[in-house]
T-cell receptor, first 111, second 113 residues
Framework: DAGVIQSPRHEVTEMGQEVTLRCKPISGHDYLFWYRQTMMRGLELLIYFNNNVPIDDSGMPEDRFSAKMPNASFSTLKIQPSEPRDSAVYFC?????????FGEGSRLTVL | AQSVTQLDSQVPVFEEAPVELRCNYSSSVSVYLFWYVQYPNQGLQLLLKYLSGSTLVKGINGFEAEFNKSQTSFHLRKPSVHISDTAEYFCAVVVAGSYQLTFGKGTKLSVIP
């Protein structure tokens, strides 16, 4: 059974550009989480969904960040416009109960 | 709100020696506790979890952890480490009934040959 699939694995972009990160959760999981990991701040929860509905987006740092989950098998995290301080590894995770299954992450570098 | 403190950011240990990675949490309500491991350039994967029942929890790769409610701790232990255990370890807590995990800052375990 495939795990959580994220794309792209690596993204290098210039400041001001739009970035879209994608996630396919494990089939049957009803929770989906977006985390950001940096050396300075560790793992931060950005937003999570239950049955495709956003439950808590209080971790989204600014209005430049938005996330959607149009159906149970797909979610996106968008940054527009991107800034150098957005450089981080972004993880998507899905769960049925409390065990989170993480994707391999999308490493974003904003120049 | 709950919080997690991992007291050691880095722990070097010789191969085949025992190791303990410390985790303390704060919460005024019942919690569930987890340890995750992250190998380089990978996502996190679950090592073990405490939801209820026995306070000694056994996980994968020979790791175990003990829930101590009075000391609000959930320390991770392994009696004999291998080179392959070199990774970063994260303690996490969630309020019972919630799904919003809070992670600690992580502890980097380096196993020295």
């Amino acid at each position: 059974d495939a795990g959580v699939i994220q794309s792209p694995r690596h993204e290098v972009t210039e400041m001001g550009q739009e970035v879209t990160l994608r996630c396919k959760p494990i089939s049957g999981h009803d929770y989906l989480f977006w985390y950001r990991q940096t050396m300075m701040r560790g793992l931060e929860l950005l937003i999570y969904f239950n049955n495709n509905v956003p439950i808590d987006d209080s971790g989204m740092p600014e209005d430049r960040f938005s996330a959607k989950m149009p159906n149970a098998s797909f979610s996106t995290l968008k940054i527009q416009p991107s800034e150098p301080r957005d450089s981080a590894v972004y993880f998507c995770a899905s769960s049925l109960r409390w065990e989170l299954f993480f994707g391999e992450g999308s490493r974003l570098t904003v120049l | 709100a709950q919080s997690v403190t991992q007291l050691d950011s880095q722990v070097p240990v010789f191969e085949e020696a025992p190791v303990e990675l410390r985790c303390n949490y704060s919460s005024s309500v019942s919690v569930y506790l987890f340890w995750y491991v992250q190998y380089p350039n990978q996502g996190l994967q679950l090592l073990l979890k405490y939801l209820s029942g026995s306070t000694l929890v056994k996980g994968i790769n020979g790791f175990e952890a003990e829930f101590n409610k009075s000391q609000t701790s959930f320390h991770l232990r392994k009696p004999s480490v291998h080179i392959s255990d070199t990774a970063e370890y994260f303690c996490a807590v969630v309020v019972a009934g919630s799904y919003q995990l809070t992670f600690g800052k992580g502890t980097k375990l380096s196993v020295i040959p």
